[in-house]
Nanobody, 124 residues
Framework: QVQLVESGGGLVQAGGSLRLSCAAS????????MAWFRQAPGKEREAVSG????????YYADSVKGRFTISRDNAKNTVYLQMNSLKPEDTAVYLC?????????????????WGQGTQVTVSS
């Protein structure tokens, strides 16, 4: 069992930056692929970014490429999402997810553990 706790969300003006963190419990963090998803009101959950256990493979949604960067610190059991040049359309609840299954990083159905989410609001 893995427990995930997100932090770092908040209210920011368009063009600003935020860094989200997701702290995981357990001693085998490096064996889990991690990802960030987001869900806005009335919209489906969408994959934002993902990273394999070693950190060598990453995924980014087209809408965030060049603006967001995912990273992980396996010694701290933490995955990060650095979000720059934020836009109002980035407003959503951001959720952290973890899996040991070798599926596409963008597939929500491939993740077994989810955090509660952190709200990101970008004002225009």
């Amino acid at each position: 069992q893995v427990q995930l706790v997100e932090s770092g969300g908040g209210l920011v003006q368009a063009g600003g930056s935020l860094r989200l963190s997701c702290a995981a419990s357990g001693r085998t963090f490096s064996s889990y692929a991690m990802a960030w998803f987001r869900q806005a009101p009335g919209k489906e959950r969408e994959a934002v970014s993902g990273i394999r256990g070693s950190g060598g493979t990453t995924y980014y949604a087209d809408s965030v490429k060049g603006r967001f960067t995912i990273s992980r610190d396996n010694a701290k059991n933490t995955v990060y999402l650095q979000m720059n040049s934020l836009k109002p359309e980035d407003t959503a609840v951001y959720l952290c997810a973890a899996t040991r299954r070798a599926l596409g990083l963008w597939l929500a159905g491939g993740y077994d553990y989810w955090g509660q989410g952190t709200q990101v609001t970008v004002s225009s």
